[in-house]
């Protein structure tokens, strides 16, 4: 098939300026305006807080988070090999800065989407781009989200049995279960694929067989020299929670929170992100963030924190997202000009 990159780029236009993704950052802001009109917030003292953010660390902490989408591109490059190789096929060179720039415009069109299309996305032009199976390429996002789910999810119960007895260890029950639910979920499809695949091949309408065994090839082979795929992970995930301790840091508050409600709030704040109600969870991370931290400081400190920390985890990715996903399509179109 051919690969027209302006109808690609059509594409993603449209669903951006979709009466959907207008109305889900109406729910936002209607969420935002609804929890601010209930909640008595001191503006000036968190301005002020704001403003005397040490500048230095929060670029330490904006460092951080992008040094995570290498690390994401450096795993999810490992995780195509190895789903290449799966299938006996001619290895390519999977650059690792090439993946983490389709993680990184993946997660722009998830921060502006809603369902977390920027996966769907990502699979899109990486497939257009290198010739290759979308259905194969899905299989390994799918497989790198179930091993993003796990990680969570251990992490959690680590920091749960930090918290273990404490005034914050009850509220923990209801993430834990969203993660473990989650992952759970990720488990039983790996496992009735790798289980039952040559029955759901057999009653599958031969259409979609080959894309399904692409499919199949993609989700398990990709997983592959698991050793290092679980090392990555949790390295990637250590960047996130280093970037909230970083904006925390910046922030100079009355009362540093403990590690272990850094690392509960980090990762809570990855499980709302994933709440398909508004665009990268605008709405509903940010008064997650402020009810947890809220837990150990000050409202206004609180806000402060998850007003900063959104600053690097979502405008930045909205603001530099667009300029890299045009960027793309402008020496695109140049380099396709006869």
């Known amino acids: 098939?051919?690969?027209?990159?302006?109808?690609?780029?059509?594409?993603?236009?449209?669903?951006?300026?979709?009466?959907?993704?207008?109305?889900?950052?109406?729910?936002?802001?209607?969420?935002?305006?609804?929890?601010?009109?209930?909640?008595?917030?001191?503006?000036?003292?968190?301005?002020?807080?704001?403003?005397?953010?040490?500048?230095?660390?929060?670029?330490?902490?904006?460092?951080?988070?992008?040094?995570?989408?290498?690390?994401?591109?450096?795993?999810?490059?490992?995780?195509?090999?190895?789903?290449?190789?799966?299938?006996?096929?001619?290895?390519?060179?999977?650059?690792?800065?090439?993946?983490?720039?389709?993680?990184?415009?993946?997660?722009?069109?998830?921060?502006?989407?809603?369902?977390?299309?920027?996966?769907?996305?990502?699979?899109?032009?990486?497939?257009?781009?290198?010739?290759?199976?979308?259905?194969?390429?899905?299989?390994?996002?799918?497989?790198?989200?179930?091993?993003?789910?796990?990680?969570?999810?251990?992490?959690?119960?680590?920091?749960?049995?930090?918290?273990?007895?404490?005034?914050?260890?009850?509220g923990m029950f209801i993430f834990i279960g969203l993660s473990l639910f989650m992952f759970i979920i990720g488990l039983a499809g790996i496992f009735v694929m790798r289980r039952y695949s040559d029955y759901l091949i057999t009653y599958m309408p031969r259409k979609f067989r080959k894309s399904y065994q692409l499919f199949h090839d993609g989700v398990l082979g990709s997983l592959n020299r698991m050793y290092l795929l679980i090392f990555l992970s949790i390295i990637i995930w250590s960047t996130e929670v280093l970037r909230l301790f970083l904006v925390i840091q910046a922030l100079h508050l009355s009362t540093d929170p403990s590690v272990s409600l850094i690392l509960f709030v980090t990762l809570v704040n990855a499980i709302l992100t994933t709440v398909p109600i508004t665009p990268g969870g605008v709405g509903v991370v940010e008064p997650g963030i402020v009810g947890l931290i809220s837990l150990s400081m000050s409202r206004s400190e609180a806000i402060s924190v998850a007003i900063l920390d959104r600053s690097i985890s979502y405008l930045s990715i909205v603001i530099l997202g667009t300029l890299v996903f045009l960027g793309r399509y402008y020496f695109r179109q140049k380099n396709s000009a006869p």
């Open 1 to 170: 098939m051919e690969y027209n990159h302006s109808q690609n780029t059509f594409d993603l236009v449209a669903k951006i300026l979709s009466w959907q993704t207008f109305m889900s950052f109406a729910i936002a802001i209607g969420l935002l305006t609804l929890v601010i009109a209930k909640v008595d917030i001191d503006w000036a003292n968190t301005k002020a807080t704001i403003f005397k953010s040490n500048i230095p660390v929060y670029l330490l902490a904006f460092i951080s988070y992008y040094f995570g989408f290498l690390l994401r591109g450096w795993r999810w490059s490992i995780m195509i090999e190895n789903s290449d190789r799966n299938q006996n096929l001619r290895t390519k060179d999977y650059s690792i800065f090439q993946c983490s720039l389709y993680v990184y415009l993946g997660w722009f069109a998830n921060t502006v989407t809603w369902f977390r299309l920027g996966d769907v996305y990502r699979a899109y032009i990486f497939s257009q781009d290198n010739k290759d199976s979308f259905s194969r390429v899905i299989g390994t996002i799918l497989s790198e989200r179930v091993l993003d789910i796990a990680t969570v999810f251990f992490v959690l119960v680590l920091a749960f049995s930090m918290f273990y007895g404490s005034v914050f260890s009850s």
